[in-house]
């Protein structure tokens, strides 16, 4: 079954340090999407990207982060100068198609977990 | 924002009994989905519900959409400990798959 991955899974950095976590989408999919979770607490979404230009942010994907598909294959997350609050679980997924309705599957990957210290 | 609140919170069953996982909100949503959760691992898709009413079957899991769009549950019969992980439900609103998810539901089933 194809699917998504991340890498790392696990980074360690120190705060004000840039950080890029990088996503390969299934590889027929157009859409791609990053949430994260914070230890404890629910998952938010941060962008989604299609087209080479991000569709939709939320408010929590400030100046500090930016996304790019530098390739075709890998899409990726920067975080310029990470925050101790910016330590959570980093879910890259990807879809088909755009929206959440039936038919369309979102794909998430395992996760790169982002630890600030 | 929309926000969904799922109940219970924890919830621990013997194997073969039933369980009911609610998740509540006070806006509509376009779709609601449910996941699972597995510690260290993304969430995977269970259902997808469009429809105000609908009722979607998965083996021994129920899934039933509200008729206002606003909640959903999740109704597993003769629960196994293979069932054991945490739910999530999500709602999707706009056009380009930004779901809001709820805390979540920890089940575990004990043999």
């Known amino acids: 079954e194809p699917e998504v991955t991340q890498t790392p899974s696990h980074q360690v950095t120190q705060m004000g340090q840039e950080v890029i976590l990088r996503c390969v989408p299934i590889s027929n999919h157009l859409y791609f999407y990053w949430y994260r979770q914070i230890l404890g607490q629910k998952v938010e979404f941060l962008v989604s990207f299609y087209n080479n230009e991000i569709s939709e942010k939320s408010e929590i994907f400030d100046d500090q982060f930016s996304v790019e598909r530098p390739d075709g294959s890998n899409f990726t997350l920067k975080i310029r100068s990470t925050k101790l609050e910016d330590s959570a679980m980093y879910f890259c997924?990807?879809?088909?198609?755009?929206?959440?309705?039936?038919?369309?599957?979102?794909?998430f990957g395992e996760g790169s977990w982002l630890t600030v210290v | 924002t929309q926000l969904l609140e799922q109940s219970p919170q924890f919830l621990s069953i013997q194997e073969g009994e039933n369980l009911t996982v609610y998740c509540n909100s006070s806006s509509v949503f376009s779709s609601l989905q449910w996941y699972r959760q597995e510690p260290g691992e993304g969430p995977v898709l269970l259902v997808t519900?469009?429809?105000?009413?609908e009722v979607k079957k998965l083996k021994r899991l129920t899934f039933q959409f509200g008729d206002a769009r606003k909640d959903s549950s999740l109704h597993i019969t003769a629960a196994q400990p293979g069932d054991t992980g945490l739910y999530l439900c999500?709602?999707?609103?706009?056009?380009?798959?930004?779901?809001?998810f709820g805390a979540g539901t920890q089940v575990v089933v004990t043999p």
């Open positions: 519900v469009v429809t105000g009413g």
């Open positions: 997924a990807s879809s088909p198609r755009p929206g959440t309705g039936t038919g369309n599957t979102i794909y």
């Open positions: 999500a709602g999707g609103g706009g056009s380009w798959g930004k779901l809001q």
